[in-house]
Antibody, heavy 124, light 103 residues
Framework: QVQLVESGGGVVQPGRSLRLSCAAS????????MHWVRQAPGKGLEWVAV????????YYADSVKGRFTISRDNSKNTLYLQMNSLRAEDTAVYYC?????????????????WGQGTLVTVSS | EIVLTQSPATLSLSPGERATLSCRAS??????LAWYQQKPGQAPRLLIY???NRATGIPARFSGSGSGTDFTLTISSLEPEDFAVYYC?????FGPGTKVDIK
């Protein structure tokens, strides 16, 4: 079965960096686009970034553009989110999610499988 | 940028009742709209995509309708496990959510 397991969250000071990982299993990871979606405590969902199945295209929300980088290692079935210059408003649970688009095709921007999330707290 | 609004913010119903949730887009999104269910402490779950298609494993009591700017998620008869927050979503944007709680 499809499994997505995030890791790397924690408490970090403003201005510092953190890298999240998402280990995928149960499907052909290299065939699917992947997303990061976050949720601040008690708030709604916010899309963060998308990466094409082969890493050829990446897009970001305006709120993280220039500070966050999405990447993937298809040989390790792992998705990453490098977060730099962190701010208090980046505090959230970060979810990785699979895009159900046709294998090898463009993402649909739907999210059919989600990880359990990893909490990032930015605080001094 | 397309903005999604959801109504009502909270819906108080009893098990067995019908729930009707609304999502409105600030401009036409054709049928490119999804609905998600989220329970406390859990990740969201995809219910409906392309406005009216049920995702894999979603019970038939969940149905979606609409196109253009106005969309509806209907739960025909609420089960105890359906009390949750529901979000609509269109590409990079999510609505603010509707909480369905027990009356």
């Amino acid at each position: 079965q499809v499994q997505l397991v995030e890791s790397g969250g924690g408490v970090v000071q403003p201005g510092r960096s953190l890298r999240l990982s998402c280990a995928a299993s149960g499907f052909t990871f290299s065939s699917y686009g992947m997303h990061w979606v976050r949720q601040a405590p008690g708030k709604g969902l916010e899309w963060v970034a998308v990466i094409w199945y082969d890493g050829s295209n990446k897009y970001y929300a305006d709120s993280v553009k220039g500070r966050f980088t999405i990447s993937r290692d298809n040989s390790k079935n792992t998705l990453y989110l490098q977060m730099n210059s962190l701010r208090a408003e980046d505090t959230a649970v970060y979810y990785c999610a699979r895009d159900p688009g046709a294998p090898g095709g463009e993402p649909t921007y739907y999210f059919d499988y989600w990880g359990q999330g990893t909490l990032v707290t930015v605080s001094s | 940028e397309i903005v999604l609004t959801q109504s009502p913010a909270t819906l108080s119903l009893s098990p067995g009742e019908r729930a009707t949730l609304s999502c409105r887009a600030s401009q036409s999104v054709s049928s490119y709209l999804a609905w998600y269910q989220q329970k406390p402490g859990q990740a969201p779950r995809l219910l409906i995509y392309d406005a009216s298609n049920r995702a894999t494993g979603i019970p038939a009591r969940f149905s979606g309708s609409g196109s253009g700017t106005d969309f509806t998620l209907t739960i025909s008869s609420l089960e105890p496990e359906d009390f949750a927050v529901y979000y609509c979503q269109q590409r990079r944007g999510f609505g603010p959510g509707t909480k369905v709680d027990i009356k």
